[in-house]
Each structure stands twice: as structure tokens, then as C-alpha cells.
């Protein structure tokens, strides 16, 4: 987390915390080595430990063919059998006990809303509602959140991707970066603000719990 300290304003205490997922609460690049084991009996071995794409961090090139059945193996375990970071569980619990309705935002397929409830579910996560805005495929650079923020007007939004926070307006919303450290950052580049940047969601919560 960086030293700088943020002032959370009362008015809005017990309102909502928007959350991403993959990247904050649910391991993605794990997961992806545990599906391609599961779709061809191969362990994979980490070769670049801080990539952003989990294809780059495994050295993972496929063929066409082999896509499409890691797709079809990703389509039906993907979803539903993430591993959860350290302390993303111990976090959210914090959030729920301290009142705070925490709801999903997350550009993962909508179809498979239900997988990921189950997979929250599975761990224990104390949020029920999940928001699917999918993404602009013909513009990574789109902000797909944007909208539903706005509309939701949570006392704080999580996610791992600056992108996400680009052109958010008219919210009194803290907009918190988890820097996962990406040597290949999508957004490493770009002048897009954000409130203040933590390691981890518990990190973040331990400190804005403090601010109550």
C-alpha cells in the first residue's frame, strides 16, 4: 500500500462497496494452469511470475484447436472453481460484520453469473449480487464499468485494472487500485486517477475500517 491516507466521508457509512473480481477476490492466472491441467493433463510451470495475461505468465501459446477445448473445459469449471487470494475471504467478512452490502463488478461473460455466484458460495463470500458489464472487444481502452458505477453509487470500488476507473464522474466515489504489479500493465502508461493504491483488498479494508 502506498503511505498516503484517504478520508472516507460518514454520510454514506453502511452504503455499497463495489468489488472486481479476478485479480481481487478470485485467482485467475491459478486458475488458468488448473483448467489447462484438467484439459490436457499438463502442469504447467511459471515463466513470467508478473505478467498481466495468463498466457504470458505460463509461456502458453495455443493452436486453434487446442483453444477451442480449453475454452469448452474453461466454459464449464472456469467459473466455478477459482481459488481465492489470501485474505480476500477475511476482507469481505470484515466489510459484511461492519455493514457494508458488498456487490460484484465484474466484465466476465454475464451467462456464467450463476458459476461465479456458486464459486463465491463455495468459499464463503458474503456477496450475493453480481454485476456483469462485459467489455468492449473492439476497444480495450473502453471503460465497461463506467456506467454502472455511476449508477450505483458505491462509497468505494475495487479493482485491479485502471482502465475500469477511466471517466468515472458525478459519484462521490473512492476509486481503489490494487496494484498487482504487472510488469506488462495494460494502463502502465496512462494518466488515469485513482484515489489511492493497496497490495491486497485485506490491506485496503484493515485501513478503511480504521476511518469509521
Not at 455493514?99 to 463488478?105: I, K, P, S
Amino acid at each position: 500500500m502506498t503511505k498516503d491516507k484517504i478520508s472516507f466521508t460518514n454520510k454514506n457509512k453502511k452504503a455499497i462497496i463495489a468489488l472486481d473480481c479476478d485479480g481481487v477476490l478470485l485467482d485467475y492466472h491459478t486458475n488458468f494452469a488448473n483448467i489447462y491441467e484438467k484439459a490436457f493433463g499438463k502442469e504447467l510451470t511459471i515463466v513470467s511470475p508478473k505478467s498481466y495475461h495468463a498466457t504470458n505468465k505460463y509461456g502458453v501459446k495455443f493452436k486453434d484447436e487446442e483453444k477451442k477445448e480449453f475454452d469448452k473445459v474453461w466454459d464449464e469449471h472456469g467459473w466455478r472453481k477459482m481459488p481465492m487470494y489470501d485474505g480476500a475471504l477475511q476482507a469481505c467478512n470484515l466489510l459484511h460484520k461492519a455493514g457494508y452490502e458488498l456487490v460484484c463488478v465484474t466484465a466476465m461473460p454475464a451467462q456464467f453469473i450463476e458459476h461465479r455466484l456458486e464459486n463465491f458460495r463455495l468459499h464463503g463470500f458474503p456477496i450475493d449480487k453480481i454485476i456483469s458489464t462485459g467489455y468492449d472487444k473492439h476497444n480495450f481502452n473502453n471503460n465497461p464499468k463506467k456506467k454502472t458505477i455511476e449508477d450505483l453509487h458505491p462509497i468505494a470500488f475495487v479493482d485491479d485494472l485502471r482502465r475500469n476507473f477511466k471517466d468515472i464522474q458525478g459519484v462521490h466515489t473512492k476509486l481503489i487500485f490494487i496494484d498487482n504489479q504487472y510488469h506488462d500493465d495494460p494502463n502502465q502508461h496512462d494518466q488515469i486517477y485513482y484515489d489511492i493504491k493497496y497490495s491486497s483488498l485485506l490491506d485496503f479494508v484493515q485501513d478503511f475500517l480504521k476511518t469509521e
